[in-house]
């Protein structure tokens, strides 16, 4: 099993360049970051002082996985999650191919609808229909990555013939976040795999998963977040097939950054 990193960067702690190559020097798996793009001011009084904060401070993700993968070569570039219902499928899906390209097929894509409605409805797009326009967002992404001469015909994405290259030598492979049942919905017609948050118990999560690829049937990637830097559950995690675990780093300055990278040696392999 591989192990990574997901991350939360805000255009202060430690540089996205020295992070990636303090990551791939310690022979780490992947960096994934997440995304918000806004925090609309009207009721952002109401969420917990950590939301409020941190939400509209997030740098982008696809800009911030291009910077580190200049000052990388083997580092796998994840997102966790990019909240896809909230961008124009055409431009993304040139900027992710782009992206994937330049880096060899280093690129993982987890999407996900957003929670937030506010920011959602920012962006145009109605908080209930948000599963929908998800789906529409990334099949159409998906449509312009595999032919050479790509449509997509919904009612949240319409277009008619075009052409859009590069092509992503990865694919990219495409996750999907959220709770099993929905995931296996996504998976099952536009997604690769999953990329649940670790329950707390890794025998909870290995039911899900065996679940998930007896619904699906195939054996579904999975790439857990938020997993413990504990030895003996991911090993756990392991041999129940998980391809990627993802340990938390949190946000802090350069040296308590590299101290906890330090402090978790004997789990990368």
Known sequence: MKIGYWHTLFGDGIHPVELGRALEERGVDALFVGEHT???????????????????????PLVTLAVVAGATERLTLGTSVLL????????????????DAFTGGRVVIGVGAGWHDGELAAHGVDPKQKVAVLR???LAMRAIWSHDE????GEHVDFGPLYSWPKPPSGPQVLVGGGRKPAARKIAEYADGWLPIYPG??????????????????????????APADKDVLARLADAGIERALLELP????????????????LIT
């Open 38 to 60: 806004n925090l609309p001011v009207a009721g952002a009084e109401d969420l917990p002082d950590d939301q409020r904060h941190s939400h509209p401070r997030l740098t982008d």
């Open 84 to 99: 896809a219902a909230q961008h124009e499928p055409i431009a993304t899906a040139k900027a992710i191919a782009s992206l």
């Open 136 to 138: 529409e967002h990334v």
């Open 150 to 153: 790509a449509e997509f015909h």
């Open 201 to 226: 118990d890794p025998d909870t999560l290995v039911g899900d998963i065996a679940t998930l690829r007896e619904q699906v049937g195939r054996d579904v990637p999975v790439t857990v977040m938020n």
């Open 251 to 266: 946000r802090a300055g350069r040296d308590a950054t590299l101290r906890t990278l330090d402090g978790h040696a004997g």
